[in-house]
């Protein structure tokens, strides 16, 4: 689905749709290395960027979500990923992807009501 930049609200929710499946996929690779050695997380954040974008009606024109390093201590075998931050940052990706995935719905569904259609 293209988002039109003449759409500013269907660009923000897609672009945060966008970073939040990013936040995800990065999570469950780091609880999938969670006994690597050596192994350091990520971590990634648009929400700055995407708050920018929308204050500089720039969203159209895109937001990357960055992929910074995790700054935690590593442990004994160079590992610095905790297994139960890692799974909340996950649940919280998922449980706020569903919750603009629905606001997605409503708004089409509402333009759908407005031209006439069913």
């Known amino acids: ?3 039109s930049a003449s759409d500013p ?8 749709l966008d970073g939040l499946a990013y936040r995800q ?7 999938a290395n969670v006994d690597t050695p050596n192994y350091t997380g990520h971590r990634v954040e ?3 960027s ?3 974008a929308v204050v500089n009606g720039t969203v159209g024109e895109g937001v990357t979500p960055q ?8 442990g004994a075998n160079g590992n610095n990923v905790d297994l139960a931050s890692e799974t909340m940052t996950a ?23 407005a031209i006439g259609g069913m």
């Open 1 to 3: 689905m293209s988002i």
């Open 9 to 16: 609200v269907g660009a923000t929710l897609h672009a945060a």
């Open 25 to 31: 996929r990065v999570a469950a690779d780091d609880i």
């Open 46 to 48: 648009f929400e700055d």
């Open 50 to 52: 995407l708050r920018s």
């Open 67 to 74: 992929l910074l390093d995790d700054e935690r201590q590593a």
């Open 91 to 113: 649940m919280q990706a998922t449980f706020s992807y569903q919750l603009l995935s629905r606001a997605v719905g409503d708004r089409y569904g509402l333009i759908t009501t």
